[in-house]
């Protein structure tokens, strides 16, 4: 994804431009993009080549991944504080539960593996 144009001495030597590609590399990592999907994006030396669909794809995803985050912590939040006498009796944290092992079957599904 990067390379060197040169070395001098022991020294590899990379162009100016390598800072913005590890930085596009950095970003998408961040985001949560494959090297694999990263890769084709970095296009040529000189300009990137990003799919803008692949963006508005990994957006989606996340915008999922918050919601079923902030549901989780919600729920966590409740059964702290819950005044029934077993977590199990409490209705909000039994969603939770149900919640959680769906989020684990749809992942592993997503993997071709089956839920553990």
Known sequence: ?????GRRGLRRQFSPRVLER????TLG?????????IAPMLGDADRPDIDRQALNDKADELDRTARRLIAMRDGLRHAAVCSAPSHLECPTFRRLMGLA???VSRRSRRRGQAPR
Not at 1 to 5: A, D, E, G, L
Not at 29 to 35: D, E, I, K, V, W
């Open 1 to 5: 994804m990067i390379r060197s144009v």
């Open 22 to 25: 590890l930085a596009l590399i």
């Open 29 to 37: 990592r961040s985001a949560g993009f494959s090297l694999e999907e």
């Open 101 to 103: 092992v769906a989020d």
